[in-house]
C-alpha cells in the first residue's frame, strides 16, 4: 500500500521535482515549467498560474506517493 506523503507548499519547485521526479509530469500538466518557475516555493507558482494550491498539492501527493 502507497505511503501517504505531506507536500509542504513552501518547498520549491525544483526542490519538489529533486527530491520524487515523479511529480514533474504534476507541474508541467499544470503549466509549471520546471526550468524558469522552479526557483518558485509551489505556493507562489500555483498563485502565479491561478491555480488550486490544495488541489495542486493533492495531485503532487498522489504522484509522489505511487508505487514506480
Keep these: 500500500m502507497a505511503q501517504d506523503i505531506t507536500i509542504d507548499p513552501s518547498i520549491l519547485v525544483n526542490d519538489m521535482v529533486a527530491a520524487n521526479p515523479a511529480t514533474a509530469p504534476v507541474f508541467t500538466r499544470a503549466?509549471?515549467?520546471t526550468c524558469c518557475g522552479g526557483g518558485l516555493p509551489i505556493?507562489?507558482?500555483?498563485r502565479r498560474h491561478g491555480l488550486d494550491l490544495?488541489?495542486?498539492v493533492s495531485e503532487?501527493?498522489?504522484?509522489?506517493s505511487a508505487p514506480v
Design 31 to 33: 503549466g509549471i515549467d
Design 43 to 46: 505556493a507562489e507558482a500555483a
Design 54 to 56: 490544495d488541489a495542486l
Design 60 to 64: 503532487l501527493a498522489k504522484a509522489a
